[in-house]
Nanobody
Framework: QVQLVESGGGLVQAGGSLRLSCAAS????????MGWFRQAPGKEREFVAA????????YYADSVKGRFTISRDNAKNMVYLQMNSLKSEDTAVYYC???????????????????WGQGTRVTVSS
């Protein structure tokens, strides 16, 4: 069992930056690849970024590539999402999630993730 708690959301102007954090409980954190997803009002939840269990490999949605960076610290059971050059279309609730899949091609699928946090809201004003 892994419990995830996100933090770091808030209101930011377009072009600004935010850093989201996700704290994971449990001693098995390093067994899971981690992902960030987001859900805007009236839209389906979508993939943002994922990171492998070791942190060596990272994957991004095209919409955030070059602007967002996912990282993890297994010693601290933490996952981060650094968001730069924010746009109004980045406004959403952001969720941290854990998956035990080893298949890169599946890491963008919400149904591959076992554990989810409660979400943190990000609002980007234009």
């Amino acid at each position: 069992q892994v419990q995830l708690v996100e933090s770091g959301g808030g209101l930011v102007q377009a072009g600004g930056s935010l850093r989201l954090s996700c704290a994971a409980s449990g001693r098995t954190f390093s067994r899971y690849a981690m992902g960030w997803f987001r859900q805007a009002p009236g839209k389906e939840r979508e993939f943002v970024a994922a990171i492998s269990r070791s942190g060596v490999s990272t994957y991004y949605a095209d919409s955030v590539k070059g602007r967002f960076t996912i990282s993890r610290d297994n010693a601290k059971n933490m996952v981060y999402l650094q968001m730069n050059s924010l746009k109004s279309e980045d406004t959403a609730v952001y969720y941290c999630a854990a998956t035990d899949t080893l298949r890169v091609g599946l890491m963008s699928r919400t149904d591959e993730y076992i554990y989810w946090g409660q979400g943190t809201r990000v609002t980007v004003s234009s």
